[in-house]
């Protein structure tokens, strides 16, 4: 199943790739067993919802990056929220990043992670190839948007079944730099539900920083049709006063 999606996104991995990839989704039917971490158990579910739901991403996001990227600069990708390592882990290493982070503040899925980014060095060594740096971090979102080392910093910063919009982008866009991207995983069962969550949003992400008008691009690979990609450009840096404490989250706007 995931051969035919690649085929339909018509994305060429490299053998490491393929490998590393499906090491995660291997490793993540083992331990789904004992922790959970997704309510897909099923080989061919995990193929679909998430290996070629992440994987849907990277046709979008080497084109933007092939009109951006300056040589010798490499691409910086943080996941939000990384859970079982989707969509984070499995787009780092398509594009490949320059390096990547996966953020999970729960410790069970954090050591998940650990152990699924070892894998897929591992699969990437196997072939000669370079492996991609992936960190864990076990950390809450509104810390590391508050920490220099993170705030403004990374070129794109992905999320998925994180929340909903105008809580995300006050959770993500303190961590995109300007001139970077918020990239969100979202559904469209055709009710107006998502053009009203992006509607509430929309002034948010103004005052973030970012571009107040995001692109939503329909997931073109079967199975999946109902599914969104919701890019969020950055425009300049995001005032200090984002994010807030995880105490003051209403009202989203004074």
Do not use: C
Request: net charge neutral.
């Amino acid at each position: 199943m995931v051969a035919r999606s690649l085929d339909e996104l018509d994305l060429d991995l490299t053998p490491g790739m393929r490998d590393a990839i499906d090491a995660h989704a291997r490793l993540l039917l083992a331990w789904n067993a004992y922790v959970n971490l997704t309510a897909i158990r099923e080989p061919a579910g995990i193929a679909l919802e998430h290996v070629a739901d992440s994987l849907a991403a990277v046709p979008l996001l080497l084109d933007r990056l092939a009109a951006v990227r300056r040589p010798r600069r490499p691409t910086g990708l943080l996941d939000l929220g990384s859970g079982a390592g989707y969509p984070g882990l499995p787009v780092s290493l398509a594009i490949p990043a320059g390096h990547a982070v996966l953020v999970d503040s729960v410790g069970r899925r954090a050591a998940f992670l650990e152990v699924a980014a070892r894998a897929a060095a591992r699969a990437f060594d196997a072939h000669g190839e370079e492996p991609v740096p992936i960190r864990v971090l076990q950390a809450r979102a509104e810390a590391l948007g508050r920490d220099p080392q993170h705030r403004d910093q990374w070129e794109i910063v992905t999320a998925r079944a994180v929340a909903p919009m105008p809580r995300l982008v006050e959770l993500a866009l303190p961590l995109v730099r300007p001139g970077g991207l918020l990239l969100a995983w979202k559904r469209d069962a055709g009710d107006g539900a998502l053009e009203a969550e992006l509607a509430t949003a929309l002034p948010l992400m103004e005052a973030l920083g970012a571009d107040p008008e995001p692109v939503v691009e329909q997931v073109t690979v079967d199975g999946l049709r109902d599914h969104r990609l919701v890019v969020v450009p950055k425009r300049s840096a995001t005032p200090q006063r984002w994010p807030r404490p995880a105490s003051h989250r209403r009202p989203l706007l004074p």
